[in-house]
């Protein structure tokens, strides 16, 4: 069986759930045969890779996609990209995906300014990434940086009982409606569980399995009442999550609530955020930053 979130990738700007606003800019690049090196963050899920991909198709153009969480070093850049952007295309403008370039190294992506010009003439960057502040600023003034807002949960419900309908699915609006209300607005993530939750072709939904999305406040009102660390680490386990991105954006926005050190914390959540990046189990790094946390 196909991935949904391959099978059902939209196939042209019509088709893209996305940003209206954004989509529309993007028309009107198309219309007049130009494009400017772009820059398109948002949230994970949203449709950023399937614009960029979309862009390519569309213009018909000759590309090199990269996903720079895999090749985020200088080695990339030397060996691949500089070789594909002086090489001659078939079909007149070549666009390079650089997909998650919040990845980049500081040195990769201060390479990347020069390569952009030396190329300009030839060559056009499509980059992705979660989070623009880890873009340095030369290279966010080389790009128009569009923000990708999420499509509202009615569209994206509307998305996927299309999808349903189409695979002859036999589900209830509750359970749907449950997918779609604990992974949005990552529609990659929904279309992953919808399919992982098939049996026969039918819906068969674990609701033990989906992320508790009031994890990140529980983790709040944990350190505001100073429980021990093995409770909190309790809260995050029966939640199901595995990506923590969001809990960083919580504990910032919160930190009133649980410390007076307001200071101190913020430093605390910046370091670890950082590191998060880098680290390989991700839930070790949460946890060492929420003892940190408690000892405030």
């Not at 189409?166 to 529609?187: A, C, M, R, V």
């Not at 386990?237 to 990506?243: H, K, L, N, P, R």
Request: glycine share 6%; net charge negative; with cysteine.
């Amino acid at each position: 069986m196909d991935l949904f979130v391959e099978k059902y990738r939209p196939q042209d700007l019509d088709g893209f759930i996305g940003d209206q606003t954004v989509r529309n800019k993007i028309q009107e690049y198309l219309k007049e045969g130009t494009l400017q090196n772009l820059l398109l963050f948002g949230p994970a899920g949203t449709g950023k890779t399937s614009l960029a991909k979309l862009i390519v198709k569309q213009l018909g153009a000759d590309h090199l996609y990269i996903n720079a969480s895999d090749e985020r070093g200088i080695d990339t850049i030397r060996d691949k990209i500089v070789p594909f952007a002086s090489s001659m295309g078939f079909n007149g403008l070549k666009v390079v995906i650089l997909d998650e370039s919040d990845y980049l190294t500081a040195q990769a992506q201060a390479t990347l300014r020069n390569v952009i010009e030396t190329f300009s003439s030839s060559c056009r960057f499509i980059f992705t990434c979660n989070y623009l502040e880890r873009i340095i600023s030369p290279l966010q003034s080389r790009c128009v940086a569009f923000g990708i807002t999420p499509p509202s949960k009615k569209e994206v419900g509307q998305h996927i009982l299309k999808i349903c309908e189409s695979e002859g699915i036999d589900y209830t609006k509750e359970d749907l409606g449950q997918i779609i209300l604990t992974h949005y607005p990552d529609i990659r993530k929904i279309l992953n569980t919808l399919q992982g939750s098939l049996k026969d072709k039918k819906l068969v939904l674990d609701t033990k399995s989906l992320k508790n999305t009031e994890f990140e406040n529980q983790v709040v009102q944990g350190l505001k009442n100073k429980i021990n660390l093995t409770e909190i680490r309790q809260i995050i386990a029966d939640s199901g999550a595995t990506q923590f991105e969001s809990l960083f954006r919580t504990l910032y926005d919160n930190v009133e609530e649980y410390t007076t050190n307001i200071g101190d914390a913020i430093v605390i959540i910046a370091q670890y955020q950082y590191e998060y990046t880098f680290v390989v189990d991700k839930e070790i790094c949460i946890a060492a930053m929420l003892n940190k946390l408690l000892k405030l």
